[in-house]
């Protein structure tokens, strides 16, 4: 299957550029200044990625191929239910799935588990314990029943009963999550999961039975590469001392320590917050933002309500303004130089905004029974549309990226020097950033779609950028003597430097890149025993206005066997012998197993990479 997708995608992308790109966005892309993301996947008309409302699956159940699912009523149907919706609907998308509240979403089946628990007493006993079904419970912790009598020993062996079942069905759901395979047996499904905030003791069980199974790993102990978990930071909630749920904060930093998950949100930050949510609100998650995949942020609408849930990207196009910055440097006086660059990069906005809108006009265009989940039960305003209706009417709900890739370089480019090291170039870093921004915005007004900017992530296109660009230009220090150009607007990886420095430097990006972000930081040596590390960096997030971050530290797998340590240098597995060792790494913010199939230019960047001390 995955290599009749490989030969589908490669003969596709001439068809997309014969048919379907307008002469001046063929030219762009031709000639490296433009990237098309998902390009195999546009006569399909299909969309990039969502937030799954999961509610709407769990309280409704859906159909799906031949199969009809009833209401869930149980934790462990739940969690299945979950890995289904994002298993189907990957089948009808080309980009990742997420469900923006996972605690909150699964929270009521854990009551519901309880009480079934309560009933299995009742029938073993003959006693009638119907005043134990909404007794109050503080938090759902095991505990010994050595001295416990009455209905205290009922209900805290109601209450161990249900703690198994949620740690066994969040075991379930990582492993599914790692073995389900979808778009035709190709890939298992890129998923996300948003949690952290929900307070009450149901939700803290599922948190608290997530993070322990993810502690524990999948198989022999091995960390999970899905689904990307990540922790709603918010103060007042999950983050300060006196927050309900900082002993969950301890215990996900504690986990990401080893298995490198959860990621952290912020959602303190400026940009990320909205003055619908309330405190005492039991949908409050609905003002949450939440995050997809690597960084995809949707959270702003101009057409509905300023939610992530039920929306995702619609597409998204990369510029190349490395490429840009390089065809101005033989303009000797530096003013001039920059002025012409602008010039460039206006012209190149113009037409990715151009590009984009080309392509929401193809994608309006297919009718609703194309996408039976997607637009049966999850995108937003789906149900106001009948079965052989165009999705036109509802699809403006999501977003279209603009993203740009190598600002380091293209500063190195420009006045010599990249934004980590000058404050000249870290100020023409904004002003540059900042004038994408604003087009952008004029963008949403001109062609009436939710634009925005998006920090690239970028895989095979760091590379492919610049091979094309090394074999035009030649190698230039600084910018082209590498195989790899640095994602969005990240201080390159070779640049030594503290966390602290990093922070400061990107942290105004983020506000900037409304699309998606990401702050990451490499810290040395076994981080196992060292979660104040990863809160360290989570504080830097929160000082520093800085959206979403993770941490990348050392971790072995032996791929013969899957035991995994921390250890420097290990060249033979203790557990069986091989010397088949590979380190998991985090490429562009997904996890990885093996470094075997990654590309040149992303292997390249990650020998370059230094440690933030």
Known sequence: ???????SSETTKPFVD??????ETLWAVKNNYLHIHDKDYYPTKSLTCIQHPLDKILDNGFMAGHGESRPTKRIETASIMACISMETVQNEMHGGQAIPAFDFYLAPYVRKSYIEEVKNIENLTGADLKHLYDAPIDDYLA??????QGDERMKQHAINRTVNR???SMEAFIHNMNTIHSRGGNQVVFSSINYGTDTSAEGRCIIRELLNSTYRGVGNNETAIFPIQIWKKKRGVSYLMEDRNYDLYCLACKVSARRFFPNFLNLDATFNQDEA???DDPKRYEHEVATMGCRTRVFENRFGPKTSIARGNLSFTTI??????IECMNIENQEDRIHEFFKKLDRTLEIAAKQLDERFNFQKTALKKQFPLLMGALWMDSEKIAENDTIESVINHGTLGIGFIGLAEALIALIGKHHGESAEAQELGLRIVTFMRSKVNEFCET???NYSVLATPAEGLAGRFTRSDKKKFGIIPGVTDKDYYTNSNHVPVYYKCTPKHKAEIEGPYHALTGGGHIFYVEIDGDATHNPEAIMSIVDLMDKYDIGYCSVNHNR?????????NAEQGLVKCPHCGGENIDKLQRITGYLVGTTSRWNSGKLAELKDRVVHE
């Open 1 to 7: 299957a995955g290599m009749m997708m490989k030969f």
């Open 18 to 23: 014969d048919y379907l790109l307008s002469e």
């Open 143 to 148: 505990k010994d029943l050595f001295f416990m």
């Open 166 to 168: 949620v740690h066994q």
């Open 277 to 279: 949510w309330k405190a």
């Open 320 to 325: 190349n303004i490395v490429k840009l910055a």
């Open 447 to 449: 062609y009436k779609h």
């Open 556 to 564: 072995n797998r032996c791929m013969d066997c899957g035991f995994e």
